[in-house]
């Protein structure tokens, strides 16, 4: 194993001091995790996709994910409780958007990615 000259240990000493100033707490870290979960998951990746589109309620959620509505409203459950997603009543629908637009702009930012690999 190379052992770093002294001017590379003193950049890599700056670049760790830098690295454990900007980390953010433990729980923002879980935080983050918990949310990068949420929307790794297939079903609940198409329902934002769906929800890019605009606000739509769960009949017409389940019909563009081409879903069951029993499993899209257990997705929905998680994405709300993770505030990916918020809800508000009209009349007898609740009514789905996106709550958190950077969220839309990772997943803008995969697909990109994906598009331009093949």
């Keep these: 194993?190379?052992?770093?000259?002294?001017?590379?240990?003193?950049?890599?000493?700056?670049?760790?001091?830098?690295?454990?100033?900007?980390?953010?707490?433990?729980?923002?870290?879980?935080?983050?995790?918990?949310?990068?979960?949420?929307?790794?998951?297939?079903?609940?990746?198409?329902?934002?996709?769906?929800?890019?589109?605009?606000?739509?309620?769960?009949?017409?959620?389940?019909?563009?994910v081409e879903g069951n509505q029993s499993a899209v409203s257990h997705q929905l459950k998680t994405l709300k409780d993770n505030k990916i997603v918020k809800a508000r009543r009209n009349g007898k629908q609740i009514m789905y958007s996106v709550a958190d637009g950077h969220i839309m702009a990772m997943i803008a930012v995969a697909k990109e990615h994906l598009d331009c690999n093949e």
């Excluded at 001091?17 to 929307?39: C, G, H, N, W, Y």
């Design 1 to 64: 194993m190379q052992k770093d000259t002294p001017a590379q240990h003193a950049v890599h000493e700056e670049r760790m001091r830098l690295a454990l100033e900007q980390m953010p707490s433990d729980e923002d870290v879980a935080t983050m995790a918990a949310r990068f979960k949420a929307i790794s998951e297939p079903s609940r990746l198409k329902i934002l996709l769906a929800l890019s589109c605009g606000e739509l309620c769960v009949e017409h959620i389940t019909a563009a």
